[in-house]
């Protein structure tokens, strides 16, 4: 299976302000057939909190910071996004949610399947037994 992991992006610092770009398949492992962001979350929401069987998402926090918590059935690790050049690489079949977003932060998602209801794992334990 594959593993998350934080990818940096390329970035050009400017005295114009900075750019930071993704390409499809280069920087990220997958062809992008989506993306969404989530924006003006409440302090102390919590996002996500379900499983995709098939989607693999790259997660860049643009701007502010939140947190990504990935549970592959085993064990839990937390990743702290806070720069809008680095993201976080979500293979599919992890039961990931995100919390702590900060005052104004904006979380830009990759997706590599286009949106499908039936590919979410909402109940954690069918995620768990799935695991095994
Ligand atoms: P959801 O995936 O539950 O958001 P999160 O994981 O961040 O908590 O999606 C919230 C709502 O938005 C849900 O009703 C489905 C809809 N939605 C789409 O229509 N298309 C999309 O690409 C996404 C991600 C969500």
């Known amino acids: 299976m594959k593993r998350p992991e934080i990818i940096e992006l390329p970035k050009f610092l400017d005295k114009r302000g900075n750019l930071s770009f993704i390409e499809e ?5 997958f062809t ?3 993306s969404y962001w989530i924006y003006d979350v409440p302090g ?3 996002r996500g909190g379900h499983a995709y069987r098939e989607n693999e998402e790259f997660i860049v926090a643009l701007s502010g910071s939140f947190d990504v918590l990935l549970d592959d059935g085993k064990g839990q690790k937390c990743f702290h996004l806070n720069r809008s050049y ?3 690489y979500v293979p599919k079949g992890l039961w990931r949610s995100m919390e702590n977003f900060s005052t104004n932060s904006l979380a830009l998602v990759l997706a590599s399947t286009s949106y499908d209801p039936n590919d979410y794992i ?3 334990n069918e995620f768990k037994s799935s695991t095994k």
């Not at 398949?25 to 492992?29: E, K, L, M």
């Open 86 to 88: 680095y993201g976080l």
């Open 32 to 34: 992008i057939a989506r």
């Open 44 to 46: 102390g929401e919590i």
């Open 25 to 29: 398949n280069s920087h990220i492992p």
């Open 122 to 124: 909402y109940n954690y």
